[in-house]
């Protein structure tokens, strides 16, 4: 069972997914964003900061990480979100902006994101994020504080 107020900071995001793929009937089952993951999902960034590794391996994995995104980022809003469908069954497109601040840093945070994500057995297995890391960097100060607070447990 996950604790969704330790995801505040990720709300919208959250949100936004949930609703994108809730529109696709059939496509995923979950009450709430981590329950769409597989337990071995496989979650890329092709573009990871450094210091950043540049995939998570399982729905813990995520979980754990992503409790560190409140620690750099807070997001306010999502904007701009489509969903393209693909003649390959099971692979949908995600495009999307998402809004916010920095936390040390107070700066203004605005990304944008494409995601290509892979529905088995009605369960997410592969989420390719597309995003660019300046931005982040940009935002926070540095890359290591991203690798700090998200991927070293702390």
Same mark, same amino acid.
């Given at each position: 069972?996950?604790?969704?107020?330790?995801?505040?900071?990720?709300?919208?995001?959250?949100?936004?997914?949930?609703?994108?793929?809730?529109?696709?009937?059939?496509?995923?089952?979950?009450?709430?964003?981590?329950?769409?993951?597989?337990?071995?999902?496989?979650?890329?960034?092709?573009?990871?900061?450094?210091?950043?590794?540049?995939?998570?391996?399982?729905?813990?994995?995520?979980?754990?990480?992503?409790?560190?995104?409140?620690?750099?980022?807070?997001?306010?809003?999502?904007?701009?979100?489509?969903?393209?469908?693909?003649?390959?069954?099971?692979?949908?497109?995600?495009?999307?902006?998402?809004?916010?601040?920095?936390?040390?840093?107070? !700066?203004? *945070?605005?990304?944008?994101? #494409?995601? /290509?994500? =892979? $529905?088995? +057995?009605?369960?997410?297995?592969?989420? !390719?994020? *597309?995003?660019?890391?300046? #931005?982040? /960097?940009? =935002? $926070?100060? +540095?890359?290591?504080?991203?690798?700090?607070?998200?991927?070293?447990?702390?």
């Amino acid at each position: 069972m996950v604790d969704y107020a330790e995801f505040k900071a990720l709300a919208p995001f959250i949100q936004l997914v949930e609703e994108s793929l809730a529109g696709l009937a059939g496509v995923a089952d979950g009450d709430r964003y981590f329950d769409l993951f597989a337990d071995d999902v496989v979650m890329e960034f092709p573009y990871a900061p450094p210091g950043t590794p540049p995939a998570l391996h399982g729905r813990q994995a995520i979980i754990d990480s992503f409790r560190g995104y409140g620690r750099i980022i807070t997001l306010d809003r999502m904007s701009d979100a489509k969903v393209y469908p693909t003649t390959t069954p099971g692979v949908v497109i995600l495009e999307y902006a998402g809004h916010g601040t920095g936390v040390t840093t107070g !700066r203004p *945070y605005h990304q944008h994101y #494409v995601s /290509i994500v =892979t $529905i088995r +057995d009605r369960r997410i297995v592969h989420w !390719r994020d *597309y995003s660019n890391p300046l #931005v982040v /960097i940009d =935002t $926070i100060g +540095d890359g290591q504080a991203m690798a700090k607070a998200m991927f070293s447990g702390e």
